[in-house]
C-alpha cells in the first residue's frame, strides 16, 4: 500500500523555469528515491538519497530530505520540454522492497 | 548497464484466459519484482522474490500467481484473466541489501500493457 503522496499531482510549467516536487511518508526510512517515468514507459531511477543525508544533487536535479518533518522534495531546475514525465519518490522502510508514491505528472510546455 | 526485458509490450486476451507474463534480466541481480501500475493507484507490488524459486506476496497478489525457475527470469501468471486485471504490468530487479555499499536501486523493464476482454 502507498505509504505517502506525492504533490502536486500535476504540474504545468514554462521552458526554463524551476519545477518542485513534493513527498510526504508516514514511516521511518532507510532512504528514499526518485524515479521518472515517460508516459508508456517504465521507471528510470534519478537519484537516491539516504536518511542521514539532507541535500543531494546530479545535474539540473537537487533533492532534499527532512526526516523529522518526513518529506522529500525534488527540484529541476533550468526545466526542458524533454522533462515532461511522471515522477515518482519510493521508500525504502526496511528490507528490500519499496514503497512508491502516486507520482507527479509534469508538463513542460516550450 | 542493467537491462530487464518483458516478453511483450502489448497484449490483448479474452476472460478466462491464463496469460504468462516474462520478465529477463541480465544483471544478476538477486530480487526481482512485478508491479502493475494504474491512474491514480501508483504502482503497486504484485509479488517479490528474492533468490530462485523463492517468492513472497506483495499488496495485491491476489488472482496472480509467479515462478522464478532461473536467477534472470521471472514470471507473472494470470491463472484465470478477468477484466479487472486490464493494465500496465512493470518488472524490475535490484541488488539484494546489504550490498557492500551499493544501493536497492530498482531498474524496470519498460512495461507490459495488458488488456483483457
Known amino acids: 500500500s502507498q505509504q505517502g503522496e506525492e504533490d502536486p499531482q500535476a504540474l504545468s510549467i514554462q521552458e526554463g523555469e524551476n519545477a518542485t516536487m513534493n513527498c510526504s511518508y508516514k514511516t521511518s526510512i532507510n532512504n528514499l528515491q526518485w524515479y521518472r517515468q515517460n508516459s508508456g514507459r517504465g521507471l528510470v531511477h534519478l537519484i537516491l538519497i539516504r536518511s542521514n543525508e539532507r541535500e543531494k544533487h546530479s545535474g539540473r536535479l537537487r533533492v532534499t530530505l527532512d526526516t523529522s518533518k518526513k518529506s522529500s522534495s525534488l527540484l529541476i531546475t533550468a526545466s526542458r520540454a524533454a522533462d515532461t514525465a511522471s515522477y515518482f519518490c519510493a521508500r525504502n522502510n526496511a528490507g528490500n522492497m519499496l514503497t512508491f508514491g502516486g507520482g507527479t505528472r509534469l508538463m513542460v510546455k516550450p | 548497464d542493467v537491462k530487464v526485458t518483458q516478453s511483450s509490450r502489448y497484449l490483448v486476451k479474452r476472460t478466462g484466459e491464463k496469460v504468462f507474463l516474462e520478465c529477463v534480466q541480465d544483471m544478476d541481480h538477486e530480487n526481482m519484482f512485478w508491479y502493475r501500475q494504474d491512474p491514480g493507484l501508483g504502482l503497486r507490488l504484485i509479488y517479490f522474490s528474492y533468490d530462485v524459486k523463492m517468492k513472497e506476496k506483495g499488496d495485491i497478489p491476489e488472482g496472480y500467481s509467479v515462478s522464478r525457475e532461473k536467477k534472470e527470469r521471472f514470471s507473472l501468471i494470470l491463472e484465470s484473466a478477468s477484466t479487472n486485471q486490464t493494465s500496465m504490468y512493470l518488472c524490475?530487479?535490484?541488488?539484494?541489501?546489504?550490498?557492500?555499499?551499493?544501493?536497492?536501486?530498482?531498474?524496470f523493464g519498460p512495461g507490459t500493457r495488458l488488456t483483457v476482454l
Open positions: 524490475a530487479s535490484s541488488l539484494a541489501l546489504p550490498a557492500g555499499g551499493l544501493t536497492d536501486t530498482q531498474y
